[in-house]
């Protein structure tokens, strides 16, 4: 097979990036954009020793449960990947990666639910990081395109909130007013390297995030009295990143306008939210998310709970009101500062956060005699480390309630407490990123 080569191609399966999946004379080859039961003429774009990457030239027969999207750009650059298939498909889709993770180590037997879908299909992000870089000489705003650096530029993100898109649009515009020199990611110079825009779904709040290369330069202050005018923003905060890193954000933050937060409510909860904060990304999904964990969590008043890798307190806090206490830890100083500060917000008592590692703590609160009858744990995509697994085990909860964002590693890790003598029967997958591959699932664990 040589590269360039036009095949014709029967795509039988999706892979996990959602990417069409054919074989040819004993290679699997890789389309983008096509989908199960199309035939298309593909060009191949690379060849490797088992396996190739192709992109469609033409479709042959059409899938029925295709969508013609009119702006590509969004498939193209993995800002969107299944905007192409029809929404109730992407969330079989969803379904169908933790049955066959689950298959693959012999757990066939668990239940895995239907997806939980989002109430929106588009616009539901309530933040954007977005690249800015120089596209023939104009500062440009957009998305890499897939596997590469190349920016492609965007005006409508799809995905996140329209009131997002139109403060993008209008920073943008400023910054080509003022000539602020985009940055060069290439020779590490330049200024802005990131647009960075959260509003608020609740209070239509709306933090600006310019991360520059420099602590300051010579037009911010025009540059920030201009963004001030538009509709929506109490904050402008400059980030200063000065590495050569594909890190977006910086370590520190100057507010150069406004608050240095804005305030997002999940249910009936209100969160500070602080320029590093995490905060869930799909503002009327989280809520949606946190109740099915808690009504699965089958949660007591007299139980004390653990809230481990616990960010600003969202989960925590969601579930004090259902509980005797709420401990958390967590490894970010400031995020702990905020989950604090979130429980005095509402006028939760019973909850409080500590900074450190979840392995080093929950050991300690054992010996101090803490006694534990549920862990929520909701850790970053790597999933958990075999030394928090031993320290959570080592406090004997009833029941460890593993929200994920990467069933892959979820399903290692479920399969480590299992052999420590906790048992789950249910999978209930929650689509949190309606037109991407990403799900999360959420399973209860029992001693």
Known sequence: MQKNQI??????????????????????????????????????????????????????????DRINVKL???????????????????????????????????????????????????????KAQVPVREVNGQLEIGFFRRHSHDLVPLTNFFTTDPEIDRVLV?????????????????????????????????????????????????????????????????????????????VILGKKDYVVFGED?????????KFRISPQSFFQINSLQTPRLYNLAIEKADLKPSDVVIDAYSGIGTIGLSVAKHVKAVRGMEIVKDAVKDANANAKLNGINNAQYVTGKAEEIMPRW???????????????????????????????????VYISCNPATQVRDLQLFKEKGYKFDEVAPVDMFPQTPHVESVVVLTK
Request: hydrophobic fraction near 40%; proline fraction near 4%.
């Open 7 to 64: 095949v014709e191609l029967e795509i039988t399966d999706l892979s996990y990036e959602a990417m069409g999946v054919a074989h040819y004379e004993g290679m699997t080859i890789f389309v983008n954009n096509a989908l199960p039961g199309e035939v298309v003429k593909a060009k191949i774009l690379k060849v490797k020793k088992n396996f190739a990457f192709a992109k469609i030239e033409k479709i042959i027969k059409e899938s029925p």
């Open 72 to 126: 590509n750009q969004w498939v193209q650059t993995g800002l969107a990947s299944l905007a192409h298939i029809k929404y109730a498909k992407q969330l079989d889709f969803k379904r169908n990666q933790v049955v066959n993770l689950l298959q693959k180590i012999h757990m066939d037997d668990v239940k895995v639910d239907e997806t939980l879908a989002s109430p929106e299909e588009i616009g539901y992000r309530n």
């Open 366 to 400: 054992a010996k101090e005699g803490l006694k534990t009858d549920v862990i929520f744990v909701d850790p970053p995509r790597k999933g958990l480390t075999p030394e928090f697994i031993d320290a959570a085990v080592e406090t004997s909860p009833k029941k460890i």
């Open 261 to 269: 937060h804005i305030t997002d409510m999940i249910g009936d909860v």
């Open 170 to 246: 209008a920073v943008c515009d400023i910054l080509r007013k003022y000539k602020v020199p985009a940055y060069d990611e290439i020779h590490n110079k330049g200024e802005v390297r990131y647009l960075d825009v959260r509003r608020s779904k609740a209070t239509g709040e709306i933090m600006v995030i310019l991360v520059c290369l420099h602590r300051d330069f010579p037009e911010l202050l025009e540059v920030a009295a201009e963004i001030s005018q538009i509709k929506g923003v109490t904050s402008i905060i400059l980030n200063h990143n000065p590495k050569k890193t594909n």
